[in-house]
């Protein structure tokens, strides 16, 4: 109670604590990183928890619209993602990524990219950028 899903997002209103849960096969030992949009944020926050066996919470409640990242390592028995809202949370998140982190992962940062052009015979154009990329 206190989730839906409608235009692609999960909306909550502040009706009572909340989950929101979906099943998913956690490698004991590793480490999952997870990206959210939150929007039309008037109150409150989330908290994300690898629940099942012993249950792995981030560090605490997030609040306030835009890009969220969190990581965790799976424990044993994990076996489903919550989202967990506290009784006065009223927004909705959107575009949520769950992956497995990977030595070839770069960090989860904003990198800001620039372009220049080259010729075929080396003559540089000009600059542009620059190009702004969230990583998870």
Request: hydrophobic share 40%.
């Amino acid at each position: 109670a206190g989730w839906s899903i409608s235009d692609g997002k999960a909306r909550r209103d502040t009706t009572g604590n909340a989950y929101i849960t979906q099943p998913v096969a956690f490698e004991v030992g590793q480490t999952y990183r997870m990206g959210w949009r939150v929007s039309e944020e008037t109150a409150g926050g989330v908290r994300i928890l690898f629940r099942g066996g012993s249950v792995m919470a981030d560090t605490g409640f997030t609040s306030g619209s835009g890009l969220i990242r969190r990581s965790l390592v799976a424990k044993t028995g994990n076996d489903e993602l919550g989202i967990f809202s506290g009784f006065n949370f009223d927004g909705a998140l959107d575009e949520f990524i769950l992956f497995q982190e990977t030595a070839a992962c770069i960090p989860a940062a904003d990198f800001d990219y620039y372009f220049e052009p080259l010729s075929d015979e080396g003559v540089a154009g000009p600059v542009s950028g620059p190009f702004t990329v969230s990583i998870i």
